[in-house]
Each structure stands twice: as structure tokens, then as C-alpha cells.
């Protein structure tokens, strides 16, 4: 049947494939792994290298800062040491300063107004450095190499300036590990995207792979394989197509079923009127013997139509095509009508019809099917009822039930519930399982009239309204009892309760 | 009555022809859609009998929706061998006024067939009161009386009741009574309908000296007036 209503609604993606000869070019790669960890790897890439950026841009901004406060203050020291002594002082401080300078990093230049070279490691005053106090940043040539500089120069008194530099080659030097880092990314990067695609590829293989083992095992015939569960997003493809598998399943069982029945229980009935047809037109020595052996064959193929007509329908209701035929039935009309029709027949058996029903909300389902199988219960029930015995058909509405496991009344009713409940010999356990397959018979019951489908055809109609039946013990009797949801959300309720109960 | 039979299988076909003709009414045949078109529009007929599935191109329901949109309204008795509930209303949808599915039994099918043949005649002004030799019934306030004795029934005794006198002479099926009366349309295992009618006889029968409610054997009951 249908069950689409069942699954989640999921967004349908809408590959449309580059038309041959199209403008625009396809992307060529296919497979869905490789496609995958390219993906993961550029954007890897992407994201280190945006990552290295923001540590180069901060270091060199922090490296920049430091490098200005340390010109700062020290042009402060040494214009300390012109207002205590002068030229003389401040060049001194320089040498001294120049000589203890390990690194190498320190650059100083002291001229006169003249604009002559008192001291410093700088040949001569830069040509673009024009305002004071002002921070440049410069290449400058030393000893062999040229190296990127910042400096600050300062007027002193008397036409004196200062200027006071750093070497900042450490910032080269800096840039130069970022850039090496984010080359050796890019090929781990690379690596490690390599070897992901092919494990991504593995891995999505071996999830379509199970997926497609399962198929095709059922392809070739073998119905029973299912795929396994393995906790990964592909369950919900794998249950679905289980789920299709264990419906395709029952439908192959029911066909079975059906042929094995056509054969046996067919052939009986079919056999007996061609043998009474048979001795008749042999040994019938009146007209009226003639007459009886007719009329029991035309009894028997009646029976034989009867038993087509129950399996036809079973199987059109099994298809689910008759949901096209649902309408909202009123179950308080019918439930009456229906002990009104009975009533009487329990009477002239001796029996009693009680009718316990509470009122209850209208049904989308298929009215005639509904009759036809509340006919079929009641039917059975007088059929099995020892005389002067009690036929109870009850109905209420089922309350909700909240996630929480309790009854949820303020979301109205989450269905409704028939049972038909005799004082008869009841049935065994094993019986009550077997009860519902088709041409099923209790041993206790191969004297009473029947072809066995009666209760195929109330359980066919009860999966056609996602409904639930159940044959419980009812000492004495048996009480069968229908369930049928009346939303969508309770339908699935009930066929996850059903689900667990399968499994356990 | 004037009954026009299309059926293309031989043996259904003589059958019915034969059982009709030993009933007393006058048959035509036609074996395939085309003739049986023709004559269903050129001569006038009291019921048609239609297989659905007929040779030639032109099928049963063809047939019916010609007639109907040529506003005849001949009742028409479809036989079909689809059984499934769909297509029974489909027939009935297309214009159709009754289904037999084959297999059927002969009496089913003449009881079905004497009944449409009746209603054609009746269905002129609404009726009030519907009065069988001692039996009247009175529609509007349902109540029953024979022989000018007050006979206490319930609604649906009624309906069963009206069904049989409405087809007073002629035979009634357990399914037509089901059908009609209940308006369901299953087959029941038990005899529901033969404990209600048994019911009805108990009320209208057993407090007279004459029965008129009659078993039929092998075709259901007939409701035949008394002769006084």
C-alpha cells in the first residue's frame, strides 16, 4: 500500500545535469567522495590561510607597536642627556649605546646645524624623512643587505636634530616562517584531502554498497536479506527500503498464501460437486435425485464464488486502492444499524446482542469496508456462541497519549476502539496468532460453516485504515478487538507500538 | 415486458433468454455492442440487460451513456463479471439502475429484473398510502393496518415491509433486500435477513388466518395478496 504518508517530508534536491551541448560547462568529477573531500580540502585551505592572515596582520601590528615604543622612549633618555650636558653627552650616550647593542638592531644619528654627522651608525641624514616627529618607515642599506627600518626624528636646541631608528628585520623574518607554514599546509592540506577522499569514497561505498548488496539479493530473488543498521545517516534510506521490503514481502506471502489456497482449499469444494455431478449423471435413477445432486453442486460453486469473491477483495483492499473511497463515516450510525441488523440473528440463536457504545467522533475511512468488517466479526461471534450466551459489541474513543506516556484528553481523541466479544469456546494462543492468515481454521471450528477469510478480510480492512487489530482471550470467549486512529499522528503512533511490539 | 438482452457470452445468453422467455416476457439479443446499440435506440424497451464487456468496440457502459445522453431512460441492468465495488459504482454512476455480478443465480437476476420493470411504470406522483388486498400502509404516518387491525412495526420493520409491498407478486432476493432496505453491500454469512423477515411475518402473519408473505425456495420471498 501507500505508506508515503508515513515519512518525513524531506526537501527534494533538484540536480539538474548540464544538457549536452549547453553553455554551461559540467563540473567533471562524478564520484560523490572525491567530490566531497575537495570540497573539505579547499575549504581547509580557505580557512587556514584566512587563520595564518589574522596571526601575520596582529604580530606585525604588535611587533610595530613595540618597536615605536621603544624609539620613543628611548629618544626621550637621550634627550635627557642634551639638557644635562649637551652635544658632547648625547653623542657619547650614543656610541655607548651603539657598542652594547648585541643585536644589531639600534640605528642613531646626531647632526649639527650644519647638518654634519656628529654620531651614529646612519652615513648621512635620509632624504625622506622631512618632518619631525613623525614615524617612517624605510629600506635602508647596511653593510651588505638592505633591510626594512622605522624612524622618528627629533629637533634638539640649537638647530640640532636626532634621529632615532630601529631595524626591524625580525618582521621579515616573521613573514618569511608565516609564508613557509602556509606552503607546508597547503601540502598536508592536499595530502590530507587526498587520502579523505578515498576514504570518503570508501565509506560512502560501503554504505550505497550494503544498500545495493540488499537489492540486489532481492532482485534475484531472495526476499528475506535486509539491510543491515548501522547508526549512520544511510538508516533512514535503510529503513525505508526495509520497510518497502518487508511490505513487498507480505504481499509475495499473501500471493503465496493465496495460490497454496487455491489449491487446497479450492480444489475440495470443486471436487465435490464434479463427483456429485458425476455419480448423478451415473447412477441417478430419478429425476429427483438428479435434482438434489444439482442443486448440493450449485451449492458448492456458490460457495466456490463466494470464497473468490473474499479473496479478490482482500487483495484490492491489501493493494490500498480503495482509500481513493474515503469519506468521514459516521461510526454512531453505523455501530447501530449494524447491531440493529445483528440483533435480530443473535435473538433467533438464542444469544443476546448487548450494544456498549460511547459517542464518537467521525472516521475517515471506507464505510462499506468498515460494515462488510464489523459484518464478519459479528457474524463469527453468533457462529461461535453457545446458546443463551452474551454478544457485547463495545466501542469508545481512545484518548491521546502525551510523549510524556500519559493520557493527553486535551488533544482529543487519538482514535477508536471496537471490540466484539463472545462467550464461545474462544481460541488457544497459537490459534489467536494464526487467526488472521488466510484459509485459516481452528481445529475447533472445521465443523462450523466458513472458508477461513473472514478474519483476513477484517484485519485487510483495519491495515487499510492503519488500524490495529487484536484477538486477546476473554475467559470465557474471545474478545477481537479494532482499533482504528482517526490523524495522521496517530497512525504513526500506533504503527511505531506495532513496530516494537514485532520486534520483541 | 419488452426486454432488450446484450450479452456476448452464448451459454449466459440463451440462459437468460430462455428463463426470461418461460417467465412471460418478450426478449431481443444482440451478441456484440454495435447491434446492441442500434436496437437499444430504435425500439422501445420496458428494461435493458447490458454485459458490460462486450466484442466490437463498443462495451456496456458505451452503450448506457448513449442512451442517457440521449435522455432515454430505459432502466438498465448491468451484468458484469468486475465484482470489485468501484466498478459496481461506476455502472451505477454512468446511468446504470442495477449491477448483477456474474456468477449470478437466474432468480436473483428475474427478481432484479421484474423489479426495475415495475418501477418504471410507478414512478410518476409520490404516493401516500400503498394498499395489498387487506394490507394498507400508510406512508406519511407510518402506520400499518390489515384487515383494518393496527399492526405495530418497527422503522425498520417498516422499510422491509414497504420493499415487499412495493414488489407486491414479484420476487424479492436476500441480496435485494439488503441492499434496498439496509442499503448495505456485503455478503453476509449468517441469516440475518430470514430472521428479520421471520420477525416481520410474526407481526403481518401470525394474527391471520392467511399468510402473505411467501418463501420462495432458492430465490428469496414474495409478498402475494390475498384472494378475497
Known amino acids: 500500500m501507500t505508506e508515503d504518508r508515513s515519512l518525513p517530508r524531506r526537501r527534494r534536491f533538484r540536480w539538474r545535469p548540464g544538457r549536452p551541448g549547453g553553455k554551461r560547462g559540467r563540473w567533471p568529477i562524478r564520484s560523490a567522495g572525491i567530490n566531497f573531500a575537495l570540497g573539505y580540502g579547499v575549504l581547509f585551505l580557505i580557512s587556514a590561510t584566512l587563520f595564518l592572515s589574522f596571526i601575520w596582520w596582529s604580530s606585525t601590528n604588535l611587533l610595530n607597536q613595540h618597536v615605536r615604543a621603544f624609539i620613543e622612549t628611548d629618544a626621550q633618555e637621550l634627550q635627557k642627556r642634551w639638557t644635562y650636558g649637551g652635544a658632547p653627552a648625547l653623542g657619547d650616550a650614543i656610541t655607548d649605546r651603539l657598542e652594547q647593542n648585541i643585536d644589531d638592531d639600534a640605528l642613531y644619528l646626531l647632526t649639527d646645524r650644519h647638518g654634519r654627522r656628529l654620531a651614529g651608525n646612519l652615513p648621512g641624514w635620509p632624504v625622506a624623512i622631512k618632518r619631525m616627529d613623525h614615524f617612517y618607515e624605510l629600506t635602508i642599506r647596511r653593510y651588505t643587505f638592505t633591510t626594512p627600518a622605522e624612524f622618528k626624528a627629533y629637533n634638539l636646541p640649537h638647530g640640532f636634530r636626532l634621529i632615532v631608528g630601529h631595524d626591524i628585520r625580525g618582521r621579515t623574518l616573521l613573514s618569511t616562517v608565516i609564508t613557509r607554514t602556509v606552503i607546508w599546509c597547503a601540502v598536508m592540506i592536499a595530502l590530507l584531502a587526498v587520502g579523505g577522499a578515498l576514504v570518503v569514497r570508501d565509506l560512502f561505498r560501503r554504505m550505497v554498497g550494503s544498500i545495493a548488496r540488499t537489492a540486489s539479493a532481492v532482485a534475484s530473488g531472495d526476499l528475506n536479506h535486509r539491510i543491515t543498521l548501522t547508526g549512520s545517516e544511510t538508516d533512514l534510506v535503510a529503513e525505508t527500503v526495509n520497510t518497502m521490503l ?31 455431478l458425476e455419480e448423478a449423471l451415473f447412477s441417478a435413477t430419478s429425476p429427483d435425485e438428479l435434482r438434489t445432486a444439482v442443486d448440493r453442486a450449485i451449492g458448492d460453486l456458490d460457495h466456490i464464488t463466494g470464497i473468490f469473491e473474499a479473496l479478490l477483495r ?107 466479544r463472545d462467550q464461545g469456546p474462544g481460541m488457544n494462543d497459537a490459534d489467536i496468532l494464526r487467526a ?24 485487510a480492512v483495519t491495515s487499510l485504515h492503519h488500524g490495529r487489530l487484536t484477538l486477546t482471550q476473554a475467559h470465557p470467549g474471545l474478545k477481537v478487538t479494532l482499533f482504528l486512529p482517526l490523524t495522521q499522528e496517530a497512525e504513526q503512533a500506533s504503527r511505531s507500538v506495532s513496530l516494537t511490539e514485532g520486534s520483541s | 415486458m419488452r426486454i432488450l438482452l446484450v450479452e456476448d457470452d452464448p451459454t449466459v445468453r440463451s440462459f437468460v433468454l430462455k428463463g426470461l422467455k418461460e417467465a412471460g416476457h418478450n426478449v431481443d439479443q444482440a451478441d456484440n455492442g454495435k447491434d446492441g446499440l442500434y436496437l437499444a435506440i430504435g425500439e422501445k424497451y420496458d428494461i435493458i440487460i447490458l454485459d458490460r464487456m462486450l466484442p466490437g468496440g463498443i462495451d ?169
Open chain 1, 314 to 420: 482482500i487483495a484490492q483492499i491489501e493493494a490500498g486502492s480503495r482509500r481513493s473511497a474515503f469519506t468521514m463515516v459516521d461510526l454512531n450510525q453505523l455501530l447501530t444499524n449494524m447491531a440493529e441488523l445483528y440483533e435480530a440473528s443473535a435473538e433467533d440463536a438464542g444469544l443476546r446482542l448487548h450494544l456498549d457504545t460511547r459517542p464518537l467522533p467521525p472516521l475517515h475511512g471506507d464505510e462499506r469496508m468498515l460494515q462488510q468488517a464489523l459484518a464478519n466479526l459479528l457474524d463469527n461471534a453468533i457462529k461461535f456462541s453457545p446458546p443463551d450466551s452474551t454478544l457485547t459489541l463495545k466501542a469508545h474513543p481512545v484518548p491521546s497519549i502525551a510523549p510524556s506516556g500519559h493520557p493527553a484528553p486535551e488533544n482529543g481523541p487519538a482514535g477508536v476502539e471496537i471490540s466484539v
Open chain 1, 436 to 459: 488472521h492468515e488466510r484459509f485459516f481454521r481452528a481445529e475447533s471450528a472445521r465443523n462450523t460453516p466458513g472458508s477461513g477469510l473472514g478474519l483476513s478480510l477484517v484485519q
Open chain 1, 246 to 276: 518487508d511490505r513487498i514481502n507480505r504481499l509475495m506471502e499473501g500471493v503465496r498464501q493465496v495460490s497454496n489456497a487455491i489449491a487446497h482449499d479450492l480444489r475440495t469444494p470443486i471436487t465435490r460437486a464434479r463427483n456429485q
Open chain 2, 60 to 228: 456496456g457502459l458505451n452503450i448506457l451513456e448513449t442512451l442517457r445522453g440521449q435522455k432515454n431512460n430505459t432502466p438498465v441492468l448491468l451484468l458484469s463479471a468486475l465484482s470489485e465495488v468501484d466498478d459496481r459504482v461506476d455502472g451505477l454512476r454512468a446511468g446504470g439502475d442495477d449491477y448483477v455480478t456474474k456468477p449470478f443465480a437466474f432468480s436473483e437476476l428475474l427478481a432484479r429484473v421484474e423489479a426495475l420493470g415495475r418501477r418504471g411504470h410507478n414512478d410518476s406522483a409520490p404516493e401516500t398510502s400503498l394498499t395489498v388486498g387487506d394490507l394498507s400502509l400508510d406512508l406519511l404516518s407510518r402506520e400499518v393496518r390489515r384487515g383494518g387491525q393496527k399492526i405495530d412495526l418497527q422503522p425498520r420493520e417498516f422499510r422491509l415491509l414497504e420493499f415487499l409491498v412495493r414488489h407486491a407478486g414479484q420476487v424479492v432476493t436476500r441480496t435485494m433486500l439488503l441492499e434496498k432496505v439496509w442499503d448495505y453491500h456485503f455478503d453476509p454469512q449468517t441469516n440475518v435477513i430470514d430472521v428479520h423477515v421471520s420477525r416481520l411475518r410474526q407481526k403481518v402473519d401470525k394474527p391471520f388466518e392467511t399468510a402473505i408473505i411467501h418463501t420462495v425456495r432458492n430465490a428469496g420471498y414474495i409478498l402475494r395478496p390475498t384472494q378475497d
